[in-house]
T-cell receptor, first 113, second 117 residues
Framework: DAGVTQSPTHLIKTRGQQVTLRCSPK?????VSWYQQALGQGPQFIFQ???????QRGNFPDRFSGHQFPNYSSELNVNALLLGDSALYLC????????????FGPGTRLTVT | AQTVTQSQPEMSVQEAETVTLSCTYD???????LFWYKQPPSRQMILVIR??????QNATENRFSVNFQKAAKSFSLKISDSQLGDAAMYFC??????????????FGTGTRLQVFP
């Protein structure tokens, strides 16, 4: 049973560029959440997708957008990259009605130069 | 809004000894979930233990146990018989009961645990 997978593992982009990160949820999960983890900090909630719709959103600007596909996989897009967007981006999957656990992927390390 | 505070940036323990990591939180909700996650250098966030606030009994998972003090809003993690593989960042996290706008995890800033042989 494959867990949560994310691609790519590492990414280096230039300020002002756009980036797309990808996530495949754990088998049987229908909900994907994205978190940003800056160096030395705890993860911060970006948004969550369920049934191909953004279900809730954290305190992130509109430059951060996402998408969920019919197979429940998800993308995180960040436009007009800033140096401060450099972070580890974590994807977590869960099942609606699953009361406890979000399962995390290994993350994508984004460096903006 | 809910907040989670971890006041110990770093802790260390000798192999086979016991260590306790602290976590406090603030909420006006009466029912919620609390978690401890472990993040080793591989970056993968791994669930260590969970506690439902309505349960008075403290959760236990093998060498890991919690001391949940609801009135004090305290949720500490005790690791017994520490092993070298326990070395990692540990994050305390809060989650409201499932609902329309409550599915997110709120994390503390983490505690780095070092284990010495």
């Amino acid at each position: 049973d494959a867990g949560v997978t994310q691609s790519p593992t590492h990414l280096i982009k230039t300020r002002g560029q756009q980036v797309t990160l990808r996530c495949s949820p754990k088998s049987g999960h229908d909900t994907v959440s994205w978190y940003q983890q800056a160096l030395g900090q705890g993860p911060q909630f970006i948004f969550q997708y369920y049934e191909e719709e953004e279900r809730q959103r954290g305190n992130f600007p509109d430059r951060f957008s996402g998408h969920q596909f019919p197979n429940y996989s998800s993308e995180l897009n960040v436009n007009a990259l800033l140096l401060g967007d450099s972070a580890l981006y974590l994807c977590a999957s869960s099942a609606i009605g699953g009361y406890y656990e979000q399962y995390f992927g290994p993350g994508t390390r984004l460096t903006v130069t | 809004a809910q907040t989670v505070t971890q006041s110990q940036p770093e802790m260390s323990v000798q192999e086979a000894e016991t260590v306790t990591l602290s976590c406090t939180y603030d909420t006006s909700e009466s029912d919620y979930y609390l978690f401890w996650y472990k993040q080793p250098p591989s970056r993968q966030m791994i669930l260590v233990i969970r506690q439902e606030a309505y349960k008075q009994q403290n959760a236990t998972e093998n060498r890991f146990s919690v001391n949940f003090q609801k009135a004090a809003k305290s949720f500490s993690l005790k690791i017994s018989d520490s092993q070298l593989g326990d070395a990692a960042m540990y994050f305390c996290a809060y989650r409201s009961l499932p609902g329309e706008d409550t599915d997110k995890l709120i994390f503390g800033t983490g505690t780095r645990l070092q284990v010495f042989p």
